[in-house]
C-alpha cells in the first residue's frame, strides 16, 4: 500500500480532474440531449430532421476521433480551447446524441392521451412538452439516462489523448514509473471509478423514487 500513500496526492488531483470533467460534460450533454430530443419527436420536418442529421453524424463517429476533432479542428476555426474544455465539449456533445435518442424514446411512451388532454386544456406544443411530457418521460428514461452518464464518467480516460492530465492518466504514470505493484495501482484506479459510478446511481436513484413519489 506504500505505492498508493506515496503517490495518492498526484492521483487524487487527477481524480478531482476527472469529476469535474465528467460533471460540466454531464451538464452539457443533459441540456443538448433534452433540446435535440425534443426536436426529434416534434411534428414538423424542418425541427425533425436537422435532429436525425444531429444524431445520426456525431454517432457515425468513433469518440476518441470526435475529441481529436473537437481539439484540432475547432483550434483551426478559431476557438480557442483548452485542452480540458475541449474534452468537456467533446464528451458532452458525443453523449447528447445518445441522450436524444433516450429522451425522444421517453417521450413517444408518453400516452397520445396526455397530448391531447393538454391540447383540449388551450396549452401550447411547446408548453405540453415542458410541462406535461417530459416530467413523465423522465421517470420513464432515468435508468437509461444513469448508464450513458455512467459510460461518460469512464470515457473521460479518453481524453488524455489530447494532453488532459486526467485521473487514468496520473494512474498510467504512476505505474510506468514504478513498475513494481500495478495490481496496487490499478486496483486503487478500480475503486475510484466504482465510487464514482456507484455514487451516480444512488444519487439517480434516489432522484427517480422521488419524482414517483
Not at 476527472?18 to 441540456?31: E, F, G, H, P, Q
Not at 392521451?113 to 406535461?132: F, K, N
Request: aromatic share 12%.
Amino acid at each position: 500500500m506504500g505505492v498508493i500513500t506515496d503517490n495518492l496526492p498526484f492521483m487524487l488531483a487527477g481524480l478531482w480532474e476527472t469529476a469535474k470533467l465528467a460533471v460540466l460534460a454531464i451538464v452539457l450533454s443533459a441540456v443538448l440531449g433534452v433540446l435535440v430530443g425534443a426536436m426529434r419527436s416534434a411534428r414538423s420536418r424542418l425541427v425533425r430532421w436537422p435532429a436525425i442529421g444531429y444524431i445520426q453524424l456525431i454517432r457515425s463517429a468513433p469518440l476518441i476521433v470526435f475529441i481529436l476533432y473537437c481539439y484540432f479542428v475547432l483550434s483551426d476555426l478559431g476557438f480557442d480551447l483548452t485542452p480540458f474544455w475541449a474534452g468537456v465539449v467533446a464528451l458532452g456533445v458525443f453523449t447528447s446524441a445518445y441522450l436524444a435518442e433516450i429522451v425522444h424514446a421517453g417521450i413517444a411512451s408518453v400516452p397520445r392521451g396526455q397530448w391531447e388532454a393538454a391540447r383540449a386544456c388551450g396549452l401550447s406544443q411547446a408548453i405540453t412538452m415542458r410541462d406535461v411530457v417530459l416530467p413523465q418521460a423522465l421517470r420513464r428514461m432515468a435508468p437509461a439516462l444513469v448508464s450513458e452518464f455512467i459510460k461518460l464518467i469512464k470515457d473521460t480516460s479518453l481524453v488524455s489523448i489530447i494532453g488532459v492530465f486526467e485521473f487514468f492518466h496520473r494512474v498510467e504514470v504512476t505505474n510506468s514509473r514504478l513498475l513494481t505493484e500495478p495490481f496496487a495501482v490499478l486496483g486503487f484506479a478500480a475503486v475510484c471509478y466504482f465510487v464514482l459510478n456507484y455514487g451516480l446511481s444512488r444519487f439517480a436513484r434516489r432522484l427517480e423514487l422521488r419524482l414517483d413519489a
